[in-house]
């Protein structure tokens, strides 16, 4: 198993520009979140999904939306970017014991 | 609201030394509480979660509800101990996790 597979590994953008992160599992796990993660404020929850077809705001969700047509997949979108979503981005997705496996991150910067 | 309180950004021990990260939430139902490691490089994967009542690589850590605390401690601490930790809460009948705001372990020869 691959587990959670994240694309890119690094992104630049600039601002008002869009784009999408990936975000993949192999593992049929149902629950899926993105977090993002800065320096002094740990990672927090942006969006999660219960299930293909349900998704749901997290703690800090403005500027990015997401989606889940599939089990595997959980894209996190930025539909216009700004510098305070520079930031590393986690994907995780969670067995049925509540252990979340997290991806490897991306990296973004927004100038 | 749930919240979770990590207040050391660094902790620098030497090799040998007790080590003990702190955390402390709050939350007014029964959490369920977790420590997540991440090594240099490599992905946040979880270290210990409270219900388990295990040691895991020589740590530990009790949950306190009198104090509201989720210490985690290492009797001998190793060069290869060195690494960020994040402690989290899980509230009752969620599935999100809430992090602190991590603690950087530095575990100097």
């Known amino acids: 198993n691959a587990g959670v597979t994240q694309t890119p590994k690094f992104q630049v953008l600039k601002t008002g520009q869009s784009m999408t992160l990936q975000c993949a599992q192999d593992?049929?796990?149902?629950?899926m979140s993105w977090y993002r993660q800065d320096p002094g404020m740990g990672l927090r929850l942006i969006h999660y999904s219960v299930g293909a077809g349900i998704t749901d705001q997290g703690e800090v969700p403005n500027g990015y939306n997401v989606s889940r047509s599939t089990t595997e997949d959980f894209p996190l979108r930025l539909l216009s970017a700004a510098p305070s979503q520079t930031s590393v981005y986690f994907c995780?997705?969670?067995?049925?014991?509540?252990?979340?496996?997290f991806g490897p991150g991306t990296r973004l910067t927004v100038l | 609201a749930q919240r979770v309180t990590q207040p050391e950004k660094l902790l620098s021990v030497f090799k040998g030394a007790p080590v003990e990260l702190k955390c402390n939430y709050s939350y007014s139902g029964s959490p369920e509480l977790f420590w997540y490691v991440q090594y240099s490089r490599q992905r946040l994967q979880l270290l210990l979660r409270h219900i388990s009542r295990e040691s895991i690589k020589g740590f530990t850590a009790d949950l306190n509800k009198g104090e509201t605390s989720f210490h985690l401690k290492k009797p001998f601490a190793q060069e290869e101990d060195s690494a960020m930790y994040y402690c989290?809460?899980?509230?009752?009948?969620?599935?999100?996790?809430?992090f602190g705001s991590g603690t950087r372990l530095q575990v100097q020869p």
């Open positions: 593992m049929n796990h149902e629950y």
């Open positions: 989290a809460l899980r509230g009752t009948g969620r599935r999100a996790l809430t």
């Open positions: 995780a997705s969670t067995t049925g014991s509540d252990e979340q496996f």
